[in-house]
């Protein structure tokens, strides 16, 4: 049969494989633009969220990583929540609870000092700690040596949301924090992740 | 960068003399001015009635063979007009909710600013931009500094929204712009039997229909005052009566199954 104009289908070896073609191009262009290549090992990323309710976090983040899955593709978006509650918005990525971390082996976003606390304890190679606000300020109940490790330790990367809370957590800290993302952008933590862990995975595999 | 809305801010004043006109100035002198401005004055005793009047240009006026200062007087100044009124004392929130009824008329976004602080030059732009990006945005708050009596000026860093971090507190203050449609869904305005604390009650509310985002920036200034302490009790007690509220609100709202 040849092609009728309706039938969109490939029909031939030589059709599908121009088809296959097409999406590849159009996936590897998709990953170029997130400073990506299709052999990245970056496949996913995991966000930990302390609870669903509504919060500027989980709202903007929720929205932003929905709107990501809706255009991109490549990178996976999963949720990890600490309370579970109904989210404010429809999630169109896998959410789980936190005890699954256990099973994860890409970078996670952590989200509050609770969050980067608890995924300090699985064995997770690096932690993103997007510091929506300098909760450090007011928080009293933690002990400072938790503070500490939160921020300092060598396996977590902080992202802070302005420029005045760099200054703040850099001075308070002593640590570089690694970018700046003002609302909670799931392209923007992508581009940055992707920078930041293409630059840490080296030193990892000549140790290996 | 030109917008569609139509910016009127609203100040309920109550024995703030010395301050107002810094604070009105600040709402028609940024880089987005408001488009209307309306102070409401609270019976004040320290004649800032008349620091508002001679601000504006209003006359004494004579009626029923007496003379004195109008009521009600409107003028515009840098082509931004200004309407002035005083009225009996009651609670702030019933001069706020008065003079939203006289504003309300093709006002998109309502600001408020405390008669002790003023905004800074881009507050009311940041925030536009801010209901611009985010359809789901009610209202948006900000950081500040804080400028006490020795001259000295301390940043806030104020956390972003969160609604059990709002049940247990409040972070933000008397400062913050707001959608008109969230009087119209919660058909009420502020809560007028609060003795203070009345932005607190309506943040609450406000959260549960739309989002609140916080800007990350000092966009106004408050003047810090020693509080009496029968103004701090005032305050702690009505931060009670509001978690309260907003406890049997929520309850209601699951029993209801909304």
Known sequence: MGNSGKNHKPNSNAQRHKEAMRRKAKAEDEMAQLGLTLQSDLMAIGVILEYLTVSQLTYLGIISINE???????????????????????????????????????????????????ALDYNIPIIFFYAIDPDFIGEHNLPSNDLQRAYCDPRVRIIARHEDHRRLIETEFDIKVCGIIPDFDAEKIIELIAKETNHVADPTHQNE | ??????????????????????????????????????????DSTDG???????????????????????????????????????????????????????????????????????????????????????????????DCDDHYPDGRIERQFKPAFDINRLTQSFPYDNNFLIRTQVFQKLQAGFTEQLQAR???????????????????SPLHTNTITEQSVSTQQLMLQSDQIVQQITAQRRQQGRTSGK
Not at chain 2, 12 to 38: D, M, Q
Not at chain 2, 96 to 106: E, T
Not at chain 2, 198 to 216: F, M, V
């Open chain 1, 68 to 118: 990501f899955c809706h255009k991109r593709v490549g990178v996976d978006f999963c949720i990890f929540y600490q309370h579970y509650s109904p989210p404010p918005v429809k999630l169109l990525c896998p959410l789980f609870e936190i005890h699954k971390l256990s099973e994860w082996h890409h970078p996670v976003l952590a989200t509050s000092i609770q969050t980067c606390l608890e």
């Open chain 2, 48 to 142: 800032t009635y008349d620091v508002l009047c001679q601000f504006l240009g209003a006359e004494p006026i004579e009626r029923d063979g007496q003379t004195g200062l109008p009521p009600e007087f409107e003028k515009g100044i840098d082509s931004v007009p200004i309407k002035i009124f005083r009225k009996q004392k009651t609670t702030t929130a019933h001069t706020l909710n008065v003079a939203m009824q006289m504003g309300h008329q093709g006002t998109t976004i309502f600001g408020f600013c405390d008669p002790a602080s003023w905004f800074a030059p881009d507050k009311i732009s940041q925030a536009i931009g801010v209901f611009q990006q985010f359809p789901v945005v009610a209202c948006v708050v900000s």
């Open chain 2, 1 to 42: 960068m030109k917008d569609n809305e139509k910016i009127t801010i609203i100040i309920a004043t109550e024995n703030n003399a010395k301050t107002i006109v810094r604070a009105i100035e600040s709402v028609i002198g940024g880089i987005r001015s408001a488009n209307k401005v309306i102070v409401g004055d609270n």
């Open chain 2, 198 to 216: 009345e932005a607190y009650d309506l943040l609450s509310r406000a959260s549960e229909i739309g989002l609140i985002y916080h800007i990350p």
